[in-house]
């Protein structure tokens, strides 16, 4: 269903409202999650509350009261069912009883219809941030346990905030608003990480510049926009090392490495200026291997920077990176072979890890460093990537390419990845 590009188009063109606001995709999206979550114990027809999710609000025509919104929508269902509603008659039945009557706040006696009603419901936090879901609304025993119910609201609250700072980089002005790093760091975790560094950029006016700094460390790892917003950090990362930027132990570690230091980088034809060196030869040339970070001429660029030159040491990832915009390249080799394959990327990662933590004797606090980070930002990237290949659609003329933006793609991707 969900990988039917007529339907998602569909969707969009009879949706009148913000697609990114309190009734558009996103809300769909927990929707749909909070239904499969619950169909778990409570054994609903999943295909339906799927169908539920991305149906029931799609013909409103404000984000008020508007009481006829479900039985319109159940009109439009009818409708399109021939071509897009892959559904037998009696669990068509059961999605039009769902559609029609789920703004009346009753209950429901069979139990798919009282798991799309409670899915819904549970998605209240969005709307305010003291609003929270009320048990004696919700139908089933699933959704009314404390568990399920803090996690609808956790997911509410963190699509509510996101969405309050997406706002703000549109032009917010003079707005006197102060954002901290407790604010941003999981919002712009939840972007896709060509869009990462572009949004936290966006809201650095809001921040204290030692707090956008800590939350520029806690994001840089999963960003892949860092080339392309190279101009714009050139104005704001200071030209020398950067506490902000490293643990303690990088900062000793940098501290005793040579005056003058050999770098290497992993290029291909589109990134050949960026600012993100590795002190590890393997590694560098590996990372143009990847899929993420392929593209035409790999090659390995060789350098030397000054270590005063250096903003950051970065042992996080097991890339020992070196941040830097004063890498003067002193050799450009092809790169033909991989020494290492992509699979192996996340145990290379480990056992690299395990050799800087013995190196400088702080095995511990090295270990610490990624407690979490690496296998999370994999599977968040992982799911990305597969949600992005189901859910890529035809953009109509004067509207974004595809579902990149703001899209079903991305909200499903945060709904997943927060779950």
């Known amino acids: 269903m969900f990988s039917n590009e007529k339907f998602i188009d569909l969707l969009r063109v009879t949706f009148i409202l913000d697609w990114d606001w309190i009734h558009g995709a996103s809300h769909w999206a927990r929707v749909r999650d909070n239904g499969r ?165 966006g809201v650095r006016k809001f921040m204290a510049g030692a707090d956008w700094l800590r939350a520029l460390s806690d994001v840089w790892g999963g960003c892949d926009d860092i080339t392309a917003n190279r101009e714009a950090l050139s104005r704001v990362l200071p030209k020398r090392a950067c506490p902000e930027m490293m643990t303690e132990v990088e900062q000793q570690v940098l501290a005793e490495l040579p005056e003058v230091v050999e770098v290497f980088r992993g290029v291909t034809s589109g990134n050949t200026s960026g600012l993100c060196w590795s002190l590890d030869r393997r590694w560098a040339a590996m990372i143009v291997s990847m899929l993420r970070y392929r593209g035409d001429a790999p090659r390995l660029l060789t350098a030397r920077v000054p270590r005063d030159k250096i903003i950051a040491l970065r042992l996080d990832a097991g890339e020992q990176e070196i941040v830097t915009f004063d890498a003067e390249v002193i050799n450009v080799a092809p790169i033909t072979s991989s020494p290492f394959s992509e699979a192996s990327y996340m145990g290379q990662g480990l056992a690299l890890r395990q050799q800087e933590a013995r190196a400088v004797r702080n095995r511990a606090a090295i270990d610490a460093l990624l407690q979490g980070r690496i296998l999370p930002l994999a599977e968040v990237d992982q799911r990305m990537t597969n949600l992005r290949a189901k859910m890529r659609v035809s953009a109509e003329p004067g509207k974004p390419t595809g579902l990149l933006s703001h899209s079903l793609a991305d909200v499903m991707m945060l709904q997943t990845a927060q779950g």
Request: charge should be neutral.
């Open 37 to 201: 979550k619950l169909a778990a114990e409570t054994g609903a027809n999943v295909r339906v509350v799927d169908y539920f999710a991305f149906l029931h609000d799609v013909c409103r025509q404000h984000d008020g009261h508007d009481p006829e919104h479900g039985p319109r929508a159940a009109q439009f269902a009818r409708a399109i069912r021939a071509e897009h509603i892959d559904l037998g008659d009696a669990e068509f039945n059961l999605l039009i009883e769902a559609i029609k009557g789920h703004t009346s706040g009753s209950m429901h006696d069979d139990v798919t219809v009282a798991t799309c009603w409670d899915a819904d419901r549970l998605d209240i936090g969005r709307v305010g941030q003291h609003v929270t879901p009320d048990p004696s609304y919700l139908s089933t025993p699933a959704a009314k346990r404390p568990e399920m119910i803090a996690h609808a609201l956790a997911r509410s609250r963190l699509w509510r905030q996101r969405y309050s700072i997406r706002q703000l980089t549109r032009g917010a002005g003079d707005t006197p608003i102060h954002l901290t790093h407790k604010d941003v760091v999981p919002i712009v975790n939840c972007e896709h990480p060509r869009q990462r560094m572009t949004l936290l950029l």
